[in-house]
């Protein structure tokens, strides 16, 4: 990503540090209730990682979706999240998943919920001198069905429209990227499809006092459309797995 921004002269950057072959950040490992991630692991990792599979199947399905094979081998899941385009697949996986980042810069680490991570198009919460380090996310709970569904943009493979649904007996958890500056997390459908679970009806809302994205691609109301359809298909999918 850094080398088409590098293009539009949207990031000049001064110097740049290679760190692919840092060992220490390609990882995935589970401890207690969580699954820990390294910033340094690629797209392919994640997708060939049977913890992912196993424990963090919301991930493994949103990975499927994102780009080529010689992207997901060198694309990173820290990469994306620092990178934050608003038309990237793994954040709405990561607002449904409520997942939580470790960045570290020299003195000191710290945790920045995603809620607090995305701020804009773009644009994070991460300080001068911070990188991410890890990703952690929640281990599944049991009976818990998921699913991410995606609207692509032809020639790039973004998405228009993209959301990523858990769903389970006692909790709905809705992210949506594509729609908007950044990616979010929808509580209005989660509140609405928590009380009725009826798809049509929560996805009709999915775009209130959200100021849609215009482009060459989608005018703001097509993405609007497309979102409701997603959305819809998207909690459909995930009640219809749960157990």
């Known amino acids: 990503s850094l080398i088409p921004m590098m293009k539009l002269r949207l990031a000049a950057p001064e110097q740049l540090i290679d760190i692919s072959r840092l060992k220490e950040l390609n990882y995935v490992r589970v401890e207690a209730d969580q699954v820990h991630i390294g910033a340094g692991t690629t797209h392919y990792d994640i997708e060939s990682s049977l913890v992912i599979r196993e424990h963090c199947p919301l991930l493994y399905e949103t990975v499927l979706h994102i780009g080529d094979l010689q992207v997901r081998n060198r694309g990173t899941i820290g990469g994306s999240a620092a990178h934050a385009d608003p038309g990237a697949d793994y954040p709405a996986a990561l607002f449904a998943l409520e997942a ?119 005018s703001a109301p097509y993405r609007i459309q497309l979102a409701k359809t997603y959305t819809q298909r998207a909690l459909a999918q995930a009640a219809s797995r749960m157990t």
């Not at 281990?139 to 790039?156: D, L, N, R």
């Not at 493979?157 to 594509?178: I, K, L, S």
């Open 100 to 218: 939580k980042f470790k960045v570290a810069k020299k003195g000191g680490e710290r945790i920045i919920g995603v809620d607090d991570f995305f701020v804009d198009m773009l644009t994070t919460s991460l300080e001068p001198g911070e990188v991410i380090t890890e990703v952690i996310v929640p281990v599944e709970k049991q009976g818990t069905g998921v699913s991410y569904q995606k609207a692509y943009q032809p020639a790039s493979g973004y998405a228009m429209v993209g959301v990523a649904v858990r769903a389970a007996n006692d909790f709905v958890r809705v992210g949506v990227t594509g729609l908007a500056s950044k990616a979010f997390r929808a509580h209005n459908v989660e509140a609405s499809f928590a009380s009725s679970r009826d798809a049509v009806h929560a996805a009709a809302v999915v775009a209130e006092g959200v100021d849609a994205n215009s482009d060459l691609h989608a």
